[in-house]
Nanobody, 121 residues
Framework: VQLQASGGGLVQAGGSLRLSCAAS????????MGWFRQAPGKEREIVAG???????YIGDSVRGRFTISRDNAKNTAYLQMDSLKPEDTGVYYC????????????????WGRGTLVTVSS
């Protein structure tokens, strides 16, 4: 089982990034996906989630700026991040949970290594 997150980098405030999470080793279409982030000194928090029927959740702090999607044919989940702010800086992780996403990171079956997003002011 592998979840490979990519697409992070350094961007100026107001810019955009698109994160990808490529999955392998399990039936991707049977799993909900979540994107979490962790800033230095802070707990890991959910940013967005998507379930089997593509219903989505977007966290309060990023609503209207971030969009989550998935392409089951490519076994990949995406996080489109627009209008980035310095407070969006952190390591972003993707995770998979059977059937649907969860707000609680403890409920996920699989995790990928994170990708660092740095937003400069």
């Amino acid at each position: 089982v592998q979840l490979q997150a990519s697409g992070g980098g350094l961007v100026q405030a107001g810019g955009s990034l698109r994160l990808s999470c490529a999955a392998s080793g399990f039936i991707f279409s049977d799993y909900g996906m979540g994107w979490f982030r962790q800033a230095p000194g802070k707990e890991r928090e959910i940013v967005a989630g998507i379930d089997l029927i593509h219903s989505t959740y977007i966290g309060d702090s990023v609503r209207g700026r971030f969009t989550i999607s998935r392409d089951n044919a490519k076994n990949t989940a995406y996080l489109q991040m627009d209008s980035l702010k310095p407070e969006d800086t952190g390591v972003y992780y993707c995770a998979a949970r059977r059937f649907t996403y969860s707000m609680d990171p403890m409920n996920y079956n699989y995790w990928g290594r994170g990708t660092l997003v740095t937003v400069s002011s």
